[in-house]
């Protein structure tokens, strides 16, 4: 397989471009300019949580370009380079908050999905919500997210599969709703970008998830239905534990055959508090980063559930949480310049074909009979959707932050301002862009269970859809 990300061009523009053109390569990004496998270093990022998400009221959590540079700004000290962004609304303008991320050196993971009624794949009702209208509208995000070179890729669907019985009904309409994005992608995007799953760590159907969604159906490996990458959310390592009780050697030796990258999508157990994220050494390490290829850090603001970084205030302020000095202070510990040079495997991987021996529990959808496009959905991969989005990347004539940021001993930040890198450049730990000592990340030192219940693995998805509002399809 081999999937190749392009810069768009941006109408003449001479805007600089500081992410580089990533492809998949078997099972791994990599740096289309210099060879080297690239390791996700990522953020949750939904902003203001549930209610973040309000397109009766026009807001979502790349609507507002201040607080995305407020936030960029904070993140490019930790060293991110990847955000997840969940819930958002393709009817509202995103420019300035792409163009700041990407001006910080940061990708973007989109999920295409949200909680509202009519806009996701539901586990209890696949065939049903499996409509033109649900396609409409996540098209629409495709639209809104496809012309931003900084938009690594599309999620087709987080934790829709979380046991055995979800396992026997929604595979099918999960690999239909990626070959359906991935189509739109190549019938109107000037670029290939991946569709993968988000899944959740249940490891009585994740193994099984993961062989149903990277295999390729009669062995074609350009099957369109076939994810192009596959993360999981998470929350095994819990503490100072290590490589072997968390159940990361599990997984490790679970994913060490995969034909399409894998990461995690979320990570970041958050008991006992405060978190200590030792984990980071190992996801980064020689233990993990030949299998995976890295992860993101759920998550960046706080909220009921306790897992933020910081608090971010109504009022535009923020207070950065001790968690935040704790995994920067583990960033720091890691040669990310090492980590993101390693070159990237020359072999090709090939996908297994599908067939029935390679799920192993009973029950769990093994038939990769992939549903029809349903009726009037066609038209719309062919002829794309109307009105449609677009976006673009802007001119930020401005990179100060213009709120006040406090860090966890409650003194303010001075200097606050995100670091716009060079062009191809992307964000690594030890990029700054405050003159405060509280928050400055030096140069990085040179250096390389069972699961959890399915009910507290998925918490975190649950707080993030526990909410209902209006809106409008395109």
């Keep these: 397989m081999f999937m190749k990300s392009a ?49 009766s009221h026009g807001k979502d959590p790349l609507s507002n370009g201040d607080i995305c540079k407020r936030d960029a700004a904070l993140m490019q000290q930790l060293g991110i380079n990847t955000v997840r962004v969940y819930n958002l609304d393709p009817n509202l303008n995103h420019d300035d908050c792409a163009s700041v991320f990407n001006a910080a050196g940061m990708y973007m993971i989109i999920d295409v999905n949200s909680p509202l009624e009519g806009e996701s794949l539901r586990s209890d009702q696949p065939k049903q919500s499996y409509n033109s209208g649900y396609l409409n509208r ?42 359906d994005l991935k189509n739109y992608i190549k019938n109107h995007a000037d670029r290939a970008i991946p569709v993968g799953y988000s899944a959740a760590d249940v490891r009585d159907v994740l193994e099984d998830t993961w062989n149903y969604f990277q295999c390729a159906i009669d062995g074609d490996a ?30 490790v030796d679970m994913f060490k055959t995969t034909s399409v990258p894998v990461f995690y999508s979320e990570f970041g157990c958050n008991t006992p508090s405060p978190r200590v994220f030792t984990e980071i050494g190992t996801i980064y390490g020689s233990q993990m ?16 559930n ?27 510990k890691v040669d990310f310049t090492k980590v993101q040079s390693v070159k990237a495997a020359n072999s090709k991987v090939t996908a297994p074909t599908c067939k029935s021996s390679l799920i192993k529990e009973k029950g ?25 989005p677009s976006g673009k990347i802007v001119d930020i004539s401005d990179y100060t932050v213009n709120h006040q940021v406090k860090d966890a001993s409650g003194n303010v930040i001075q200097g ?21 000592d509280s928050t400055h990340n030096a140069a990085a030192t040179l250096a390389p269970q069972g699961a959890l219940s399915a009910a507290a693995i998925i918490v975190p998805a649950i707080v993030a859809l526990s909410f209902t509002a209006g809106f409008s399809l395109i």
């Design 222 to 251: 350009d099957d369109m239905s076939r994810a192009d990458m596959f993360a999981l959310n998470s929350y095994s390592w819990c503490g100072d534990s290590s490589f072997q009780k968390s159940g990361y050697d599990t997984l």
């Design 138 to 179: 996540t098209f629409a995000i495709v639209e809104a997210f496809k012309s931003y070179p900084n938009t690594l890729g599309f999620f087709s669907g987080n934790e829709v599969i979380n046991d055995v019985k979800t396992g026997s009904s929604v595979p099918p309409y999960v690999r239909a709703v990626t070959r």
């Design 306 to 332: 306790n897992y933020g970084l910081a608090t971010c205030n109504d009022d535009g302020t923020v207070e950065l949480l001790s968690d935040y000095k704790t995994l920067q202070d583990q960033y720091k």
């Design 364 to 388: 769990f959808a093994n038939d990769f009979d992939i549903p029809a496009v349903p009726s009037g959905a066609q038209s719309l991969i062919d002829d794309g959707v109307s009105p449609a």
């Design 7 to 55: 810069l768009v061009a941006l109408g003449g523009a001479t805007l600089a471009a500081a992410v580089t053109p990533l492809e998949v390569q078997g099972s791994q990004f990599v740096d289309s300019k210099t060879g080297n496998a690239f390791q996700v270093v990522g953020m949750a990022y939904q902003i203001g949580g549930s209610a973040g998400y309000d397109p």
């Design 289 to 304: 980063a030949g299998v995976f290829s890295g992860g993101v850090v759920y998550e960046w603001a706080q909220e009921d």
């Design 416 to 436: 606050l301002a995100v670091k716009p890198l060079a062009d191809d450049e992307t964000n690594a730990s030890g990029t700054s862009s405050s003159s405060s």
